[in-house]
C-alpha cells in the first residue's frame, strides 16, 4: 500500500493525539510503520521523526524505534544507513535531553542523602556528649 507523505503527517498527527491506552497505541504505530516500510526512505525518515517527538511517550518511542532499528536490518544498505544516521540525528537531543533530567535526580538524591547523614552524625554526637556529661 502506498502512503502520500501528506496522508503519514496526517495518521501521525492523529496518533500523537491519541487518547488510549499505550499497547493500542504502539500497535497503531507498528501498522503504521508495516505501510511506511513499503515506501521509500524520506517517509520512514519522517515516521522516525514523528516517533521520536517529545511529545510522543518514551515508552512507545522506545517500543517503535526498536522496530524501526530491526527493520532496518532487511531493508538495503543504503536506506538503511541514511534514515539509521537520521534517527541518531534526531535521538540525541531527547537523549541528553534525559541525562540531564537524570543529572539532575542524582544530585537531589545526593543533596538528600546528604542532610539526613549530617543529621544522622550530628543526633550521634549530641547522643555522645551528653552521654559523657552525665
Known sequence: MVITVNSLRGQLMSLVNFFGAHKEQADRYRQLLEIVLTNSGSELK???EAIVNEHVSLVISRQILNDVSLQLAI????????VSLFALEKVQPRVASIRQRLAEIYRLIYISFKRLLTLILNSFILNLLNYKLL
Open 75 to 82: 531493508l538495503p544498505d543504503e536506506v538503511s544507513k541514511q
Open 46 to 48: 519522517l515516521f522516525v
